[in-house]
């Protein structure tokens, strides 16, 4: 029936407790066997400092009266009971009926009608609540109690007359087992001596409950973050495998062209050599602007993106832009939302990631105000500047939704796309309304970068 340390599914704490065992691990008291030495060592010396005027002038002034040899078994019984809580978490079990027994051997040595109960029982039938499942601890406690309860009358009566006797005590009658006050004092001993190992080992039991609840909560809790974290990473990965592939067909749609233009160029070699030249520097000029493309993709992903297809089953067609816009607007109306566009300011041609950027960025917003704030106004205001595009892009919040709702990963898309051109974006609620301000430069270098 022995218990060993620390079962599975039990997890330590955190607070004071792990605090003293870091300052134990400094000091180098590693092991629970030495730190529960020590316990037992530092208890041992508080005992013996109680002991030592109970036994002596407060006995005295009691009319109790000690023989040095009872005082010097008191005071050994007392050492060894503390230092028998080394082992109340390596054997669990055995600390327990241990201390019960030498808690029965005080019976033989004190005087009749007294008794001297420290902390050691306390301690080890809380440790066991602690450690030991809830039948195993019940029995535990229950046979420590047993053994006390069904031993120390016969102790009293049959062998601590003699005890006494050889260590120099008074000579003292039995106690009578059969008489009423006799009976009564055993009882409410008794009593009291099943509650002091039951409530201690209950207290065990519920700090044990309280860690191991504590344990399930924070690894819960460590499991909830990471399956945000890779969500998180996962999203920001497809996000850049969809740019990775719209750079993709931004690449064709700029090759086909030079293709093209090469074959004119061929052509006009011989015939028309100034047009030819003019052919070579639109080549170079688009040439340039690919290039630009991919190495400012090339920049920003970091990390190789498997998906995307071949290059011949790629799709050729156009990427979106902002002259998209209006046909993105009437589809968003179409499914039932209200939007309104405004456009300001005189467009001016810009580079292919920023145009498809300024696009997703719209259409993101709208699908975020479908799915968030179904039924609320949109405006979305388009600021052609002379060297930059704003977007402004605003919705209606419901009351329920507030601050508590957490950004989706729309929104970590959008950054991507904006720190990929070296644009801004700023986002959050103003107001009663959600808004989304993105800042685009007209042309974008490899060295852009998002503010």
């Known amino acids: 029936m022995d218990g060993h340390a620390l079962p599975a599914g039990r997890k330590v704490g955190r607070g004071p407790a792990s605090r003293l065992d870091g300052l134990l691990e400094r000091l180098g008291v590693r092991g629970v066997i030495a730190r529960d030495l020590l316990l037992g060592t530092v208890w041992a010396a508080v005992s013996l400092a109680a002991l030592l005027p109970l036994l ?13 040899g009872q005082v010097i078994a008191v005071l050994a019984v007392a050492v060894v009971q503390s230092l028998l809580i080394a082992l109340r978490r390596v054997r669990p079990v055995a600390a327990v009926l241990l201390v019960a027994t030498l808690q029965v051997a005080l019976v033989a040595v004190m005087p009749p009608e007294t008794t001297a109960r420290l902390a050691a029982p306390v301690i080890v039938a809380y440790t066991a609540g602690v450690l030991l499942p809830s039948a195993r601890w019940i029995r535990l406690v229950g046979a420590a109690a047993l053994l006390e309860v069904a031993a120390g009358p016969v102790v009293a009566a049959y062998v601590a007359p003699s005890v006494r006797a050889a260590l120099g005590g008074a000579a003292a009658p039995p106690p009578d087992l059969v008489s009423w006050t006799s009976a009564v004092a055993w009882l409410v001993d008794d009593v009291l001596l099943v509650l002091l190992y039951l409530s201690a080992a209950l207290v065990g039991a519920a700090v044990a409950s309280r860690r191991a609840y504590v344990g399930l909560v924070e690894s819960r809790a460590e499991a909830v973050e990471r399956t945000r974290e890779a969500e998180l990473r996962a999203a920001i990965v497809a996000e850049r495998t969809r740019m990775a592939r719209e750079l993709h067909d931004i690449a064709a749609h700029h090759l086909s062209g030079l293709v093209v233009q090469a074959s004119a160029v061929e052509r006009l070699l011989d015939r028309d050599p100034a047009a030819a030249r003019e052919a070579v520097r639109g080549i170079r000029a688009q040439g340039k602007q690919t290039l630009d493309d991919l190495r400012q993709v090339v920049g920003v992903l970091r990390e190789q993106s498997r998906a995307g297809g071949s290059a ?48 997703r960025a719209v259409q993101e917003a709208l699908a975020n105000a479908r799915q968030h704030a179904p039924g609320r106004d949109v405006s979305v205001r388009l600021v052609h500047g002379d060297d930059d595009v704003r977007l402004e892009i605003e919705n209606g919040v419901p009351p329920a939704s507030s601050t508590r709702s957490r950004p989706g990963y729309g929104l970590v898309g959008m950054r991507e796309r904006t720190a990929l051109v070296g644009g801004s974006i700023r986002a959050g609620l103003d107001g009663d309304r959600w808004r989304v301000l993105l800042v685009l430069p007209r042309r974008h270098g490899v060295d852009g970068g998002a503010t």
């Not at 011949?312 to 816009?325: I, K, N, Q």
């Not at 009437?330 to 405004?342: F, I, K, M, N």
Request: proline share 8%; aromatic share 2%; charged share 20%.
């Open 56 to 68: 002596g002038p407060v006995a005295a002034d009691l009319g109790v009266r000690l023989s040095d």
């Open 312 to 359: 011949a089953g790629a799709s050729e067609a156009s990427v979106p832009g902002l002259a998209g816009l209006p046909e993105l607007v009437a589809d968003a109306r179409a499914l039932g939302d209200r939007v309104e566009l405004t456009v300001e300011g005189t467009p001016a041609p810009l580079t292919h990631l920023v145009d498809v950027t300024a696009y």
